[in-house]
């Protein structure tokens, strides 16, 4: 069976730091670029950050470079999102994607509809 799980949100406070799992079971997540996604309430789905297939490169949004960093562990078929410097408006759910053809800027742009799977999401809340 084919799934994502997200895992590792949760309350964190302002300027702390949490990191976001990612895990693949029923495919390799090496042969898809991976796209960590975001959506608060009342606004738009945001892709933030994706890391490609096989070289495993990595692109981030504006809204997050610098604070946030992506990174793949092929031994456990996942991928993780290190969040660092979070503020209020980092509060989301947020979601993987997995997608076997489009380039990482493609998959994390907002008009793009092609992935191939998603998680369910996970809750991240930045409150003091």
């Known amino acids: 069976q084919v799934q994502l799980v997200e895992s590792g949100g949760g309350l964190v406070q302002p300027g702390g730091s949490v990191r976001l799992s990612c895990a693949a079971s029923g495919f390799t997540l090496d042969d898809y670029a991976i796209g960590w996604f975001r959506q608060a309430p009342g606004k738009e789905r945001e892709g933030i950050s994706c890391?490609?297939?096989?070289?495993?490169?990595?692109y981030y949004a504006d809204s997050v470079q610098g604070r946030f960093a992506i990174s793949r562990d092929n031994t456990k078929n996942t991928v993780y999102l290190q969040m660092n410097n979070l503020t209020p408006e980092d509060t989301a759910v947020y979601y993987c994607?997995?997608?076997?053809?489009?380039?990482?800027?493609?998959?994390?742009?907002?008009?793009?509809?092609?992935?191939?799977?998603w998680g369910i999401g996970t809750l991240v809340t930045v409150s003091s």
């Open positions: 994607g997995a997608d076997d053809i489009a380039h990482c800027t493609v998959v994390i742009a907002p008009w793009y509809s092609g992935i191939n799977y």
């Open positions: 890391i490609s297939s096989g070289d495993g490169s990595a």
